[in-house]
């Protein structure tokens, strides 16, 4: 039980981090204009799976892993191939982040109006 804790209590630190962090965005872009909110909301919504696809990648690893704790040396094909997975994965998200001008218009996010002149 008490191994379990030491496993949980730092990837729930970790998973209130986050959600605080992203509070403190959402609040800080809260005083902008509603394109720039529209903007961080699609962000969000592509890189928020993305993250937990990499996370579950990483973490999934754990039960392929834990038969090796005496043999560190025979876990690293292991660990190789869910860097792998990882990095895969990553690499896709970051595609979809880097297509978000491209989501946000099929979305229906409407586009930075043009600047005004006084």
């Given at each position: 039980?008490?191994?379990?804790?030491r496993a949980a209590?730092?990837?729930?630190?970790?998973?209130?981090?986050?959600?605080?962090?992203?509070?403190?965005?959402?609040?800080?872009l809260g005083?902008?204009?509603?394109?720039?909110?529209a903007?961080?909301?699609?962000?969000?919504?592509?890189?928020?799976?993305?993250?937990?696809?990499?996370?579950?990648?990483?973490r999934?690893?754990?039960p392929?892993?834990?038969?090796?704790?005496?043999d560190?040396?025979?876990?690293?094909?292991?660990?190789?191939?869910?860097r792998?997975?990882?990095?895969?994965?990553g690499?896709?998200?970051?595609?979809?982040?880097?297509?978000?001008?491209?989501?946000?218009?099929?979305?229906?996010v409407?586009?930075?109006?043009?600047?005004?002149?006084c």
């Amino acid at each position: 039980m008490i191994a379990l804790l030491r496993a949980a209590v730092p990837l729930f630190l970790a998973m209130v981090a986050g959600m605080v962090g992203s509070l403190v965005v959402t609040s800080v872009l809260g005083k902008h204009d509603t394109v720039t909110l529209a903007a961080f909301a699609v962000v969000t919504a592509v890189l928020n799976p993305t993250s937990a696809a990499v996370q579950g990648a990483l973490r999934g690893l754990g039960p392929f892993v834990a038969p090796y704790r005496d043999d560190p040396a025979a876990a690293v094909p292991i660990v190789r191939d869910a860097r792998w997975l990882s990095l895969a994965t990553g690499l896709v998200g970051a595609l979809a982040v880097i297509c978000v001008p491209l989501i946000a218009s099929a979305t229906g996010v409407p586009g930075e109006p043009p600047p005004t002149r006084c």
